[in-house]
């Protein structure tokens, strides 16, 4: 039991990761291409990649994965640069986070099995952290038995099993209603309070990047996809949706996005393609 | 008192109705009832003679024959059992098709981790897997000859194309999500194939499975009707050289029950192994 005692702590054992794009340039054959120039995100902060589909973004979160490299510059990560899959670092996407194969318990057990977890003590482990997003009880359900927010919760659960120093989120919760949108904004922010990790987060709800971060890259698609601007957000927290500073900060980026959606209307080129895979 | 005497019968005929509809929805009493009707037209035939007796003999004759428990045909070392043929092509049809899934296992797990070898041997599976099974069967004869090897590598020979092709398919099918988050979880590479894409390549590979039992099926007994010297198919040819048309008739129903009752319980398992499936 005492490894189980001692989860209160898991949350706060290490610091964010510190990671840096200098001067990336990366194609796809010669239609998308995107480029970084110099974005920080320092250790612990909440950083929001904003922007259109076809940008980019889903680009530069797989540079810092680590699961993709840049033909040109680099990503470091804690100053050194990434030549592999980024270490402590969790991924969840928008769909496909959990293995639908296996139980929620499961799921949540698969990588501390992978760390060599005896599997009474990761199954364990599991349930704990599952009772961490409230779903202890659906420990044995398949995935497929699941609604959409609570497989994002026990993806979060797994996630925090990890202890990751860098969690890398493509729109997770972008195939969620409203309703379950918001909580699941909540349980973000209460993971990340709790953890210390630095969070890359790639979305195209304006409202929810203002909900959650601390800075936000707004990308641009033209002429190729490109950070076009780094924004601090100094709203205190929680955030108030009808607090007039967040409204001036809201009316600011629509406009940014709208005139990106009136320049592709322009360029056909520009049409929303998704890059990845 | 009074309205438990009014509403009982309601709730009597609802029961019988439920019942009767269940009945109804039953795929085996179709099943039975879609048999049944086919015997009682052969039957008819025959006595009506519009069908020659000779040649296709009344079900009256034939089931008690199935029942008899003593069908067999030919003479000394020739001679061959309805049940013992049976299993021989069964046991055929099963080993060439393990010994397919395999090798074809094998090939697919190395067209993954080697690419360049999926240049070399997608090509080479790709030409095999559109050649019709029983155009192996004059080449095994002459190569390995008569003997149950040959039905064996028939089968082999029937699957592996199709089989291969199915699951280096299915393997590259696996949305890319799963891989990279496995790969982010610090998966290692046995885990990944035994945890991962095992898992999530099972639905493309029983269907795979179930596909090319068919035509193992189709091949092995054609196999033993071309030449090769043992088996269900063997069995038949020899009834109909021996103008047993019975024992023809129970082959051929025995051959497609079989095939049936396999296929149903292929799906059984799939529908076990599958219960994750949306």
């Known amino acids: ?277 | 008192m009074q309205s438990h005497s009014t509403d009982r019968p309601d709730r009597q005929i609802t029961l019988i109705s439920r019942f009767v509809r269940l009945i109804l929805q039953s795929n085996l009493l179709w099943f039975c009832l879609a048999w049944l009707l086919i015997i009682l037209l052969w039957e008819l035939g025959s006595y009506m003679e519009w069908l020659n007796p000779q040649i296709l003999p009344p079900p009256s004759e034939t089931i008690p024959y199935a029942f008899s428990g003593n069908i067999s045909i030919g003479f000394g070392q020739q001679r061959t059992g309805l049940f013992e043929a049976t299993a021989i092509t069964l046991a055929r049809v099963g080993i060439g098709m393990l010994a397919g899934l395999l090798v074809s296992s094998c090939l697919a797990v190395m067209v993954i981790e080697l690419p360049l070898l999926r240049r070399l041997v997608l090509p080479i599976v790709q030409s095999l897997a559109p050649i019709a099974p029983v155009a192996w069967i004059p080449f095994t004869i002459a190569v390995i000859g008569i003997g149950g090897q040959a039905a064996v590598f028939i089968v082999f020979m029937a699957v592996l194309g199709t089989m291969s092709l199915s699951l280096i398919a299915a393997l590259d099918g696996i949305p890319a999500e799963y891989l990279k988050i496995a790969r982010n979880l610090g998966t290692s590479r046995m885990r990944m194939w035994w945890h991962v894409r095992l898992p999530a390549i099972t639905p493309g590979a029983m269907t795979a499975i179930r596909m090319s039992f068919f035509g193992a099926w189709m091949a092995v007994l054609a196999g033993e009707m071309a030449g090769i010297n043992s088996g269900l198919g063997y069995m038949i040819i020899m009834a109909q050289q021996m103008y047993n048309m019975k024992l023809v008739m129970i082959g051929i129903l025995a051959i497609g029950f079989i095939g049936f009752a396999i296929d149903r319980l292929l799906l059984l398992a799939n529908a076990r192994l599958l219960q994750w499936v949306q």
């Open chain 1, 1 to 277: 039991m005492g490894t189980v005692n001692s989860m209160n702590d898991i949350a706060t054992h290490s610091v964010g990761a510190r990671l840096e794009f200098s001067n990336i340039r990366k194609s796809f054959g010669n239609t998308v291409s995107v480029e970084a120039d110099n974005l920080t995100i320092e250790p612990g902060s909440l950083t929001v990649l904003l922007g259109r589909s076809g940008c980019g973004k889903t680009t530069l979160l797989n540079l810092a994965a680590g699961l993709d490299f840049p033909d040109h510059g680099s990503v470091s990560y804690d100053n050194q640069i990434l030549q592999g899959p980024a270490p402590a670092t969790a991924l969840i996407f928008q769909t496909h986070n959990l293995f639908p194969w296996m139980t929620a318990e499961e799921n949540v057990a698969f990588p501390l099995r992978n760390q060599g977890m005896a599997k009474s003590d990761a199954q364990e482990h599991a349930r704990q952290y599952l009772k961490q997003v409230g779903l202890e009880s659906f420990s044995g359900h398949k995935p497929s038995q699941l609604s959409g927010g609570m497989r994002q919760r026990i993806a979060l659960a797994r996630t925090i099993a990890t202890k990751p120093r860098l969690l890398l989120l493509d729109e997770p919760f972008s195939a969620l209603d409203m309703q379950t949108r918001r909580m699941m904004q909540r349980y973000l922010l209460s993971v990340w309070n709790d953890s210390a990790a630095t969070i890359l987060m790639i979305t195209h709800d304006l409202h929810e990047a203002l909900m959650l971060a601390d800075r936000i890259a707004l990308m641009a698609s033209s002429p190729r996809g490109h950070i076009a601007e780094i924004m601090d957000i100094e709203l205190t927290r929680p955030r108030n949706p009808e607090d007039p500073a967040f409204r001036a900060i809201q009316q600011q980026l629509d406009r940014f996005l709208e005139h990106e959606t009136l320049l592709a209307e322009h360029d056909p080129t520009l049409e929303s393609t998704d890059q990845q895979k």
